[in-house]
């Protein structure tokens, strides 16, 4: 991992160099965040891919903060929904507003008009609000009343749920699950760094105000662009292409799922073994990368059989034992 560095005014100390920025931002984030670097590489993956993010944990395992530090480290305009039982998909997407004086119809911009969109709690909302969001999604416009209306660029989705086992939750539907690029799981932490947690508390922090944290802006919109432009250089052979497939193929097949993963899926993979790959300093693909973003780019896009969940079977068991099986290319 580098070790970028950052001038008093919070800018990037490496300029013309996107991947020394997307490391400061890395770096940035773990100001305010502690012990969730899985999570922190999967959102950048993510920027880097044009892709959207569902984040799943218990409450108080700092997923809102994740994206709140991600936000507060990117010099984007952010907002964030509190999904809730009666929110509307107009509350999401925005609506037209009779105007009186006029009396005309003016379209209402919601929220969703932004860079860095911060769905919390996506899953205590039901499914059609839910759905509001496939369209600006897969799309990047909204539609309201028959006119398409683009969305900003760069603009990603960062949606955080709790497990679907806690009360007054609604499983996101499948079509909507296979528009996020990554599901990252956010664990408890370590008691080590949740003694971390407890000594930076103790010491002041206040995870409401990120700026006395210390966290600012350390990559803009067009370091992004140009870490976009360097990734999509780096080389897949056909072996690689190849094994990919064969990962996904074999999904389809397994015994102990319904749905296994589509040809998007698949797409998916590449992409995010690449923008690793380049993350890590090379401008080729090896499979490693593809085996490290396998389980985050698939767990949701597969199905369990009823009775392989009853006998204690995960996605991620599955996706792990195709990963073992599945002969990996020299």
Excluded at 150 to 175: M, S
Excluded at 203 to 213: C, E, M
Excluded at 227 to 239: D, I, L, Q
Excluded at 240 to 248: F, G
Aim: include cysteine.
């Amino acid at each position: 991992m580098m070790d970028p560095t950052t001038d008093n005014a919070g800018q990037t100390g490496h300029p013309g160099d996107p991947r020394a920025a997307l490391e400061a931002l890395r770096a940035e984030i773990a100001k305010a965040v502690v012990g969730q670097d899985p999570a922190v590489t999967g959102l950048v993956v993510a920027l880097l891919c044009r892709g959207h993010v569902l984040l799943e944990g218990v409450p108080g395992v700092a997923k809102t903060l994740l994206v709140r530090a991600l936000a507060s480290a990117l010099e984007l305009e952010t907002k964030r929904v509190q999904f809730t039982p009666d929110l509307m998909p107009s509350d999401v997407t925005g609506s037209l507003v009779y105007d009186a004086r006029t009396a005309e119809f003016s379209f209402q911009p919601g929220p969703v008009f932004t860079n860095l969109l911060l769905a919390d709690e996506i899953n205590r909302t039901p499914p059609k609000t839910q759905s509001s969001l496939l369209e600006a999604m897969e799309e990047r416009q909204v539609t309201v009343d028959g006119t398409p209306r683009p969305l900003p660029e760069p603009f990603l989705v960062a949606a955080t749920q709790n497990p679907v086992e806690y009360e007054g939750t609604y499983p996101l539907p499948e079509a909507q699950l296979d528009r996020f690029l990554l599901k990252l799981t956010v664990p408890l932490p370590s008691r080590q760094d949740e003694i971390d947690v407890l000594t930076r508390h103790a010491a002041g922090f206040n995870p409401r105000d990120l700026r006395a944290a210390g966290v600012r802006p350390v990559a803009t919109a067009a370091d992004l662009e140009a870490a976009r432009t360097a990734v999509a250089k780096t080389t897949v052979s056909p072996e690689i292409t190849a094994y990919v497939v064969d990962i996904c193929r074999a999904t389809r097949e397994s015994p102990s799922l319904t749905l296994g993963v589509s040809p998007r899926g698949a797409t998916a993979l590449l992409a995010t073994a690449r923008a690793w790959a380049w993350l890590t300093g090379r401008d080729y693909v090896i499979p490693d990368d593809v085996k490290a973003l396998a389980l985050p780019t698939l767990r949701h896009r597969v199905q369990l059989r009823p009775e392989a969940e009853m006998e204690g079977v995960t996605a991620d068991s599955v996706i792990n034992a195709i990963l073992t099986h599945v002969p990996v290319p020299r």
